[in-house]
């Protein structure tokens, strides 16, 4: 694969050290342990231009400065009425939170609800419903008619009141995922709430290519365990104590889309268990030796991400990640861990569109705290890159941290993203809380480094305040930020020394009817002119390429797009690449055999069409 590089001012390199990285599947648990404890090298500091325009900005709530490369803001719309506090951007009762796509809507979640925009128009969202249905955490997806959501303060009530539940103990309380028919875009109903004893920090949806009828929702609890008076069967004890506890486990709810009322959890699998039998088998909390982070005990998953096109999740639980084989999903099976002793908190999982590299976060600090300073360790708070191997293992193979310091007035740490479908790289939007939003290239995993950025300054320069990008994702050519304090912004991507045009062009092709960043699409680009032309663009960005070669693809490539290229020109170009590929591989030639490969297929895609 080639080698796309930048100015080391402008990017940060993190080269992985493989004895850092604690594969639990390999050996025993204690004998993991022991290796976890070996002193490793100390964290690398962090590593940034001092000309950075993000360093410096301008403080303030809805009028703070802001800094922007390789990207254009739209939009950016604030809160509506009851979903801020008008006299505070401090009020975590009214924060957005995670965000949904269907069609041409947007569903955006609140601790006090949820918001529906109309998107049609990406440069001037429309507020088209506003469900007010307190309970946080507020995470969204979307199926078809129904949104799921979920509630896990001991505010929720089933019946979305605002009044709360006053009672320790209370039938009135929900805490779990509440499921929404919006078939009638204007009169959402809720249809049903599926209760667990943790609570649901976040969920996934999870589908079955096989089944047709019913989909599937993983719930991840991260709360307290609520009263067996409340709902029967609820412990919170250690494993020794009650094989039963809630602990150490997902839930896992069958949902029947012809009747959703019926949703039931059907499974609560014990995703952590040891070949011992231990239900809680994994990290179990602590350091990993001098020098190194405190990571939590692995008996949760704050977040799992779903690809069926590859028929795996990636589950970021506390002290550990972990991959789950989910071709049945109401069964899902843990295949592969890792542990890494510079992650406090594992928190969410992305995949590359091939699948076998997935991309682990971080958060350090809870996403409360500023832990982007100048004086915090590079690969603390940030993400971990891993390669699959074709037998499913992990191994590490660099970080990526925000290239640039933050103030201690702004919270800042590794949070949730999702890919940029550029054909033939491999490049990740993620949000960073009040580090803004930052897009990631890791199609050399251990190369990571920024091509684009957007940031504000903090919303006090005298208070911290929790703000900033709960989550930045792709959606049909545009990019959508979630904002807690401020609202929703909307981008577009522009070309850069970075990013081509036809790059762009690429991955505007890619259009969906649905997108949950937690069920991950596996995305394949059509036979065009704007993939060959992005396939081309990279060669000749990484001087893969002999420049007669480039030249007379870009012949072709301009031919084609003015109607001029005939099949026969088409093909013949093809059947050159593809001998050149060959020599490529057999080292007969210099180059990239892949790409050339790729334009090749396209050309003789474009020869049919």
Not at 34 to 53: F, Y
Not at 472 to 481: F, K, Q, S, V
Request: glycine residues 10%.
């Amino acid at each position: 694969m080639s080698e796309i590089r930048m100015n080391p001012r402008e990017s940060i390199r993190l080269l992985a050290v493989a004895a850092l990285l604690v594969g639990l599947s390999a050996v025993p648990f204690d004998a993991a342990a022991q290796v976890a404890t070996e002193t490793p090298p100390a964290a690398p500091a962090l590593e940034w231009d001092p000309n950075d325009p993000r360093i410096g900005l301008g403080a303030g709530w809805m009028d703070a400065e802001s800094a922007i490369s390789g990207m254009e803001l739209l939009a950016a719309i604030p809160r509506p009425d009851g979903f801020f506090n008008p006299s505070t951007p401090a009020d975590g009762r009214f924060s957005n939170t995670d965000l949904a796509f269907s069609g041409e809507l947007l569903i955006q979640g609140n601790y006090n609800g949820f918001q529906i925009f109309d998107i049609s128009e990406p440069a001037s969202p429309n507020l088209r419903l506003s469900v007010v249905c307190p309970g946080g955490q507020g995470d969204v997806s979307v199926y078809g008619d129904l949104v799921v959501m979920s509630a896990q303060e001991t505010r929720g009530r089933l019946d979305c009141g605002v009044q709360g539940v006053a009672d320790s103990i209370s039938a009135e309380r929900m805490r779990g995922v509440r499921i929404f028919d919006v078939s009638d875009i204007d009169n959402p109903t809720q249809v049903a709430a599926i209760q667990s004893c943790r609570g649901s920090h976040t969920h996934t949806i999870v589908t079955d290519p096989a089944d047709e009828e019913n989909i599937y929702v993983y719930i991840q609890g991260t709360s307290s365990v609520r009263p067996a008076g409340e709902l029967p069967g609820c412990s919170g004890g250690e494993p020794e104590e009650d094989p039963n506890t809630a602990l150490f486990r997902i839930e896992v709810v069958r949902v029947p889309l012809a009747n959703p009322a019926a949703a039931e959890i059907v499974n609560m699998p014990r995703i952590f268990a040891d070949d011992q039998g231990s239900i809680g088998g994994l990290w179990q909390g602590g350091d990993h030796g001098p020098g190194t982070q405190s990571s939590r005990r692995t008996n949760q998953c704050h977040d799992i991400t779903a690809y069926p096109g590859i028929g795996l999740a990636g589950g970021a639980c506390s002290g550990n990640g972990i991959l789950l084989d989910i071709t049945d999903p109401a069964n899902p099976q843990r295949i592969a861990e890792v542990a890494d002793p510079n992650f406090a908190y594992w928190h969410s999982a992305t995949f590359n569109n091939d699948g076998d590299v997935v991309v682990f976060t971080d958060e350090w600090g809870g996403g409360s705290a500023p832990r982007c300073r100048a004086s915090d360790p590079a690969t603390w708070g940030a993400n971990a890159i891993f390669r699959i191997g074709e037998d499913g293992q992990m191994e590490l193979a660099g970080y990526y941290k925000l290239p640039v310091p933050q103030t201690e007035t702004e919270n800042c740490v590794a949070h949730n993203g999702s890919i940029i479908p550029v054909p033939g790289r491999d490049i990740m939007a993620q949000a960073w809380y009040q580090g803004g939003v930052s897009l990631m290239d890791f199609t050399d995993p251990e190369n990571a480094f920024e091509i684009a950025f957007f940031d504000r300054g903090p919303l006090s320069i005298e208070s911290l305040f929790t703000g900033g990008y709960w989550s930045t994702y792709w959606y049909n050519g545009r990019l959508y930020g979630a904002e807690i304090s401020r609202g929703i912004d909307v981008f577009r991507l522009t070309p850069s020394e970075h990013l081509s045009e036809a790059e762009i062009a690429a991955a505007e092709m890619i259009q969906m009817d649905e997108f949950n960043a937690q069920l991950q699409p596996k995305v394949e680009w059509p036979a065009a002119g704007p993939v060959a032309q992005a396939y081309l663009d990279q060669m000749v960005r990484a001087n893969r390429i002999l420049d007669d070669r480039a030249a007379e693809i870009q012949r072709v490539l301009d031919a084609q797009a003015a109607g001029r290229a005939s099949a026969m020109q088409l093909n013949g170009l093809a059947a050159t690449l593809e001998a050149d590929a060959a020599q490529i591989r057999a080292g007969e030639l210099g180059g990239d055999a892949e790409r050339m490969a790729k334009i090749a297929g396209v050309l003789r895609g474009l020869s049919a069409a």
